[in-house]
């Protein structure tokens, strides 16, 4: 009975690996893509009232866009000619209020960053989308954006990047 049993798990268990690699832990589906590009994101954000222009902001996100998706895929970054292709411009950077306080002051800031994201799969055209994607991040008014920057700009551009990668590349 054993010598049967161990018979049974050799002979499966070949078939139990190789069902397992068509998954992974992402949800991500390049399809045939093999390569892929981020064109550097334009900041256009004064170009939208009451948005600030933030210098660096388009280089962090572009580099935070390209890392995302090398980490979560095995698709390989290059620079022109790219299967997939992510380009797009950031259109708002902006500080309000959120809520007030008894003395009718601010008790939380607001910072919201929009992205506008075309996305062209040249394998599979029919998945190719213009959308834009939002985030925010809340802080109390009594300290500064700059205080916080840093923290702000990682929890957004992690949230924009994974709904990003989500649209292209999730075949749920």
């Known amino acids: ?18 069902s397992c690699g068509a998954y992974n832990f992402t949800g991500g589906d390049v399809g045939d893509a093999e390569t892929f590009q981020v064109s550097y994101f334009q900041n256009y954000a004064t170009q939208s009232a009451g948005s600030t222009i933030e210098p660096g902001l388009d280089r962090d996100f572009t580099l935070a866009l390209q890392d995302l998706i090398l980490n979560q895929t095995s698709l390989d970054l290059v620079s022109s000619n790219g299967d ?6 950031i259109v708002e950077y902006r500080v309000a209020p959120m809520s007030a306080t008894a003395a009718q002051t601010a008790a939380q800031n607001r910072l919201t960053i929009s992205i506008n994201v075309r996305f062209y799969n ?20 009594n300290s500064l954006l700059d205080a916080v920057k840093s923290e702000a700009h ?13 649209e292209a ?3 749920w």
């Not at 997939?84 to 411009?89: R, V």
């Not at 213009?130 to 109390?140: C, I, K, N, V």
Request: with cysteine; proline share 3%; charged share 35%.
């Open 154 to 166: 990682e929890e957004i551009f992690e949230r924009i990047n994974q709904d990003i990668f989500n």
């Open 84 to 89: 997939l292709l992510y380009e797009g411009e």
């Open 169 to 171: 590349l999730a075949d």
């Open 122 to 141: 040249k394998t599979k055209e029919d998945v190719d989308f213009e959308r834009r994607f939002s985030h925010f991040f809340d802080y109390p008014a």
């Open 1 to 18: 009975m054993k010598k049967y049993i161990t018979k049974t798990f050799h002979l499966f268990l070949p078939l139990l690996l190789c």
